[in-house]
């Protein structure tokens, strides 16, 4: 079993910057991928950025060059960067890890508005 929580979300005007962090517990060990995906209303969730346990990474075309993933290994915690920001970046962010079996967050909310 394996436990997240996100931390991080809020309100944030356009061009303005927010950093996400996801807590992870439990069997970590195990976990293979870590990533943050995000869900606006109305829309399907989608995948904003991974990192595999080896340190490589993959981004949503929407957010290259704008966000960054990365980790603390010794706090077990993954980072989200956010820079630039959008109102089209509004969304409830989830954190989801994979290991055998994959896990989510309860979400962080995102709004990018003026």
């Known amino acids: 079993q394996v436990q997240l929580v996100e931390s991080g979300g809020g309100l944030v005007q356009p061009g303005g910057s927010l950093r996400l962090s996801c807590a992870a517990s439990g069997s970590i060990f195990s976990i293979n991928l870590m990533g943050w995906y995000r869900q606006a209303p109305g829309k399907q969730r989608e995948l904003v950025a991974t990192?595999?346990?080896?340190?490589?990474?993959n981004y949503a075309d929407s957010v290259k060059g704008r966000f960054t993933i990365s980790r603390d290994n010794v706090k077990n915690t993954v980072h989200l960067q956010m820079n630039s920001l959008k109102p089209d970046d509004t969304a409830v962010y989830y954190c989801r890890a994979t290991t055998a079996y994959v896990y989510w967050g309860q979400g962080t909310q995102v709004t990018v508005s003026s």
């Open positions: 990192m595999t346990s080896g340190g490589d990474t």
